[in-house]
C-alpha cells in the first residue's frame, strides 16, 4: 500500500486556521484593527455594515505596506513583527502569529489598498478565497485600507451559524471598545450603515472611558495607581454604591491588550467583600503593565487569554489595589465589615414594605385565549366575599389605580377546579402569612397553602401580558427624572425594549449612553427602576446565549421576577387579601410564570392520617 499522508495545500490550511482565529464578523473587526494598531496610525476609521455580512472595513493612516509586503501579508505566517523564538519573549505588537490576513483572505472577498511614506503610489490587492484575483497601482492615501466582503461565502455552515445581526453587532462593539480603551491617543471612528456611531478623539484614559460610557458618571469611578517591580496597575473601578446586578464594564488589559482572565475578575470582585451583595456585579477598567517576558500571549489563537509566570502574586497585587483604591477614594465608611449587609446599598429590598403595583386591569382581557369569549363575570368590592354565590354577580368594571388593594374577584376556570361544584369559601378574613414566604388559609375540606412570590408573579405576569398586549398602562410623572448610564450595548438593548417599556407604563427617552426616565408604571416606585431594568438587561443578555424568546412573553416574566414580593417580606392583612384575590382572578392561578406551583391543598383526610 502507498503512503497516505500528504500536505494539505495552503488555502485548505488556511481554511483551517481561520476557523480558530475567525470566527465571526467581530474576530475579523479585531484584528483588523490591531492591524493599523501595529502600523502606528493614529486615524483608526471602522465601518460595518449589515453587522459585518455586507462589510467590513479598516482604514489606518498607518505605516502602509510596499507591493511586495501587501502581497506577502496574505500568506500564512508572514509577519513583519517577529523574526525568531527569542522575540516571543518580547511581544510588544499586538500580532506576531502572521495568520490574520491569511485567514480572512481564506474565507473572504477582501480588498487591500495600501501605501507606504514616500511612495507616490500604493497597490491595491483583491483576493478571494486565498486565490489573487489582482493586483493593480493604485492612488491611494498614506496607509491602508482593508475591505472584507462575503465572510464565509466558502463556508456556508459558518455563515449559517451566525447570529442575528443585532448579536453580530454587539460583539462588533464589544471588539471596538476592547481596542479602542486602551489606546486613548488614536483617534477611532465608527460608522454602522454609513451613520456615524463613534467618534473617540485622542485623549486621556479618563477621557475615552467617558467617550464612549458616558461622561456623567465622574462620581462613579475611583482611580486605581500601583507600582510595583512586577506589576503596574492603573484604570479605574466602580464605587460599589455603583454595582448592580447585570455585569457591566469590566474590561482587563495587560500591555494594552484586553484580555479575559477569570482568575483576576475574582481578585476584584474578591476586594469589594463586603461592600456589595454577591449577585452584585462592579464596573472595572483596569490596566496592567507586566514585563512581556513574564507572560505567554501564545497560549490562544486570538490571545485574549494569558499565561502569567506568578499569578498568585498578580492575584493578591491586584487585591490590595483594589482595595487600596476603594478605602482612599471615601469609600471607608464602608469598610466596616460589622454592618449588616445591605447597608450601603442603594436599593435595599431589606424591609421593604410589599408594594404590589397597581396597574390596571383589563378584566375582559385573556391573553390566553384564542377566539373572543364572552366577558368572564366580574365583582369589585373592597370587602372579600364570605359567599362564594356573591361572584357569580356581574358587575363589570375596573379596578383603579387609588385603589391598589380592591378586591377582584373573577370567575376562572381554575376555580371550578379547585373549589369544585361545591362553591366553597376561602376564608380570606383569615389569611395567615406563615414563614414570610406561604399564606395559609382554609378551604371547606382542605388547607390551601400559597407561595406568595409564585403567586404575586403570576398576578403581575398576567396584568403585563395584557398591557403589553392590548393597551398602554397607566404612567406616573416624575417631579425630577431618573437618568441611568449605561454601556452601549445596553443602550442598544434598552432601544430594542423601548417599545415594551412604553407600553407597561414607562416614558423613556434612550440617548448616547443614558435612559432619561420622566415616567414610571403606576404602582411602581423610583428606587425600583434602575433594578427592573438592570433584571430586564441580565435576562436579555441570558436569552442572548441562549435560544430566541417569544419577546412579550419574555418581558413580562422578567418585569414581574423584578417586581414580585419576595420570599421573606411580610405583608400586611391587606396586602396578603390582595393577593389571593387577584391569584383566584388569574387565568392560570395554579402556576407560576415560571412553571412552578403556586399553591398546594392539604385535604382533612391527609391531616386525619397524621393524627
Ligand atoms: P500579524 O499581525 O500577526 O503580523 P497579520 O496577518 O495580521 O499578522 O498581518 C501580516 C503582516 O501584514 C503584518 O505583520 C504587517 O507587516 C502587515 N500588515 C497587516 N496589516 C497592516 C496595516 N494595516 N498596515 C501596515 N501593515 C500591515
Ligand atoms: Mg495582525
Redesign the pocket.
Known amino acids: 500500500m502507498s503512503d497516505v499522508i500528504k500536505l494539505l495545500p495552503d488555502h485548505v490550511a488556511n481554511q483551517i486556521a481561520a476557523g480558530e482565529v475567525i470566527q465571526r464578523p467581530a474576530s475579523v473587526v479585531k ?2 484593527m ?3 494598531i ?2 502606528k ?1 493614529s486615524e483608526i476609521k471602522l465601518v460595518i455594515k449589515d453587522a459585518g455580512k455586507t462589510l467590513i472595513q ?1 482604514i ?1 493612516n ?4 510596499s507591493p511586495t ?1 501587501a502581497r ?3 500568506e500564512r505566517h ?4 517577529i523574526r525568531s523564538a527569542e522575540d516571543l519573549l518580547q511581544i510588544g ?11 480572512i483572505a481564506a474565507v473572504a472577498h477582501v480588498e487591500m489598498n ?1 501605501k507606504r511614506e514616500g511612495a507616490d503610489l500604493g497597490v491595491q490587492l483583491k483576493i478571494e478565497g486565498s486565490q489573487v484575483i489582482s493586483q493593480d497601482v493604485a492612488a491611494c492615501p498614506l ?2 485600507s ?1 475591505a472584507v466582503k462575503h465572510l464565509f461565502f466558502n463556508i456556508p455552515a459558518r455563515r449559517k451559524f451566525l447570529k442575528s445581526d443585532k448579536i453580530e453587532f454587539r460583539h462588533i462593539i464589544d471588539e471596538f471598545q476592547r481596542v479602542a480603551l486602551p489606546h486613548p491617543n488614536v483617534h477611532f471612528r465608527m460608522y454602522n450603515n454609513s451613520g456615524e456611531l463613534f467618534n473617540l478623539p485622542p485623549a486621556n484614559l479618563k477621557q475615552r472611558i467617558a467617550h464612549l460610557f458616558g461622561s456623567k458618571n465622574d462620581e462613579k469611578w475611583a482611580p486605581v495607581q500601583e507600582n510595583t517591580p512586577l506589576v503596574k496597575i492603573i484604570g479605574f473601578i466602580g464605587k460599589p454604591e455603583y454595582a448592580r446586578k447585570v455585569r457591566g464594564e469590566q474590561f482587563f488589559f495587560v500591555n494594552n491588550r484586553f484580555i479575559k482572565s477569570p482568575y483576576l475578575h475574582h481578585a476584584v470582585v474578591n476586594a469589594y467583600e463586603g461592600l456589595i451583595k454577591p449577585e452584585m456585579h462592579p464596573g472595572y477598567f483596569l490596566y496592567l503593565e507586566i514585563d512581556p517576558a513574564s507572560i505567554d500571549i501564545n497560549i490562544h489563537p486570538t490571545k485574549t487569554e494569558i499565561k502569567f509566570d506568578d499569578e498568585q502574586t498578580l492575584y493578591s497585587l491586584l487585591r490590595s489595589a483594589v482595595k487600596h483604591s476603594l478605602g482612599q477614594f471615601n469609600i471607608a465608611p464602608a469598610l466596616d465589615f460589622e454592618k449588616p449587609e445591605g447597608l450601603d446599598l442603594p436599593y435595599s429590598y431589606k424591609n421593604r414594605e410589599a408594594s404590589l403595583p397597581a396597574i390596571e386591569v383589563d378584566a375582559h382581557f385573556n391573553p390566553f385565549e384564542e377566539k373572543p369569549k364572552a366577558p368572564p363575570t366580574v365583582k369589585f368590592k373592597n370587602k372579600v366575599s364570605k359567599n362564594w354565590e356573591d361572584l357569580y354577580v356581574g358587575v363589570p368594571s375596573k379596578l383603579s389605580a387609588e385603589r391598589p388593594f380592591s378586591t377582584v374577584e373573577v370567575e376562572s376556570e381554575e376555580m371550578g377546579e379547585l373549589f369544585d361544584d361545591k362553591k366553597e369559601e376561602i376564608s380570606t378574613g383569615m389569611l395567615h402569612q406563615f414563614h414570610k414566604k406561604y399564606i395559609i388559609t382554609t378551604i371547606k375540606s382542605a388547607i390551601l397553602i400559597i407561595h406568595q412570590q409564585r403567586a404575586h408573579q403570576r398576578v403581575l405576569y398576567e396584568q403585563f401580558l395584557q398591557n403589553i398586549t392590548i393597551k398602554q398602562a397607566l404612567s406616573q410623572q416624575l417631579l425630577f427624572p431618573i437618568i441611568l448610564t449605561y454601556t452601549t450595548n445596553h443602550i442598544h438593548l434598552l432601544k430594542e425594549l423601548q417599545e415594551w417599556l412604553t407600553q407597561v407604563g414607562f416614558v423613556i427617552r434612550i440617548k448616547k449612553n443614558t435612559a432619561e426616565i420622566t415616567g414610571i408604571p403606576v404602582g411602581v416606585t423610583e428606587q425600583e427602576i434602575s433594578p427592573i431594568l438592570d433584571q430586564l438587561l441580565l435576562d436579555l443578555q441570558d436569552n442572548i446565549s441562549g435560544n430566541g424568546f417569544s419577546q412579550t412573553d419574555f418581558f413580562a416574566k422578567s418585569l414581574c421576577k423584578s417586581l414580585a414580593v419576595k420570599t421573606g417580606e411580610s405583608l400586611s392583612a391587606e396586602a396578603q387579601e390582595a393577593l389571593v384575590n387577584n391569584l383566584f382572578a388569574c387565568k392560570e392561578p395554579g402556576i407560576s410564570p415560571f412553571n412552578e406551583p403556586v399553591y398546594t391543598t392539604i385535604t382533612v383526610e391527609e391531616v386525619d392520617k397524621k393524627l
Open positions: 484584528e483588523l490591531e492591524n493599523a501595529d502600523a496610525a479598516v489606518d498607518g505605516m502602509g505596506m509586503d506577502l501579508s496574505f508572514a509577519t513583519s513583527k505588537t499586538k500580532g506576531f502569529r502572521g495568520e490574520a490576513l491569511a485567514s495600501t496607509g491602508t482593508v
